[in-house]
């Protein structure tokens, strides 16, 4: 499995970037999200990577990040949701972004989507709102969440985050979030960041 490609950028495109590495280049296909990062042709990169192997092609996708990598791989998981439509979503905005998107049952974020309709952004909403969830506050050295979880707060923060949010940001959430467990509260707190 190729889980990382380093090198220079030989091509650059709308829907894709080939890498010199090794002498040899590595064609990955991209979102529009991951194209914002990558350098201009001739400069050295890092793109997370995972291949998908068909009977008749072995397709590479890149991604800026590993949180882009995992949510792709997340919305592979949802019926109906292909790599080309998975990469469409991604092209949407940062990850962050987007697991707000489902945490909250943001659906017309989703159907803005080309080759995305109501279906198909329900159907994200609904298979991966849990993982979304259980994603956010099971990260490392965050405590399993329970209904005796003491420090439903603590959790939250340290689930927000695990987001990306500043520690300033995830202060002011909390503020507004009401909720008796963590989930509830990050949940709360996300709703709240939607203008």
């Known amino acids: ?25 590595y064609r990955l296909a991209v979102s529009a999200e991951t194209l914002r990062h990558v350098p201009a042709a001739g400069t050295e990169t890092t793109l997370h990577a995972h291949l998908i192997v068909r009977d008749d092609a072995l397709m590479l996708y890149g991604f800026a990040t590993e949180e882009e990598r995992d949510l792709f791989l997340l919305l592979l998981g949802v019926q109906s949701v292909g790599p080309k439509v998975a990469l ?5 905005g940062p990850p962050r972004e987007l697991l ?19 279906r198909t952004a329900e159907r994200i ?6 993982k979304v969830g259980a994603a956010i506050v099971d990260q490392p050295g965050v405590p399993s969440v329970g ?11 340290e689930g927000l985050l695990g987001l990306g949010y500043s520690a300033a ?27």
């Not at 469409?88 to 949407?92: D, F, N």
């Not at 017309?108 to 080759?115: L, T």
């Not at 209904?147 to 923060?157: L, N």
């Open 1 to 25: 499995m190729i889980g990382l490609v380093r090198g220079e950028v030989a091509v650059r495109r709308p829907d894709h970037v080939v890498v010199l590495a090794g002498g040899v280049g």
């Open 88 to 92: 469409a979503v991604l092209s949407g």
């Open 100 to 118: 707000r998107a489902i945490a909250t049952g943001d659906a017309p974020r989703f159907q803005a989507v080309p080759g995305i309709g109501k």
């Open 125 to 130: 909403i609904v298979e991966l709102r849990e």
């Open 147 to 157: 209904p005796d979880a003491s420090d439903a707060r603590g959790v939250a923060r």
């Open 169 to 195: 940001e995830v202060e002011d959430l909390l503020a507004a979030a009401d909720g008796d467990t963590a989930e509830a509260l990050i949940s709360s707190a996300l709703r709240g960041t939607r203008s």
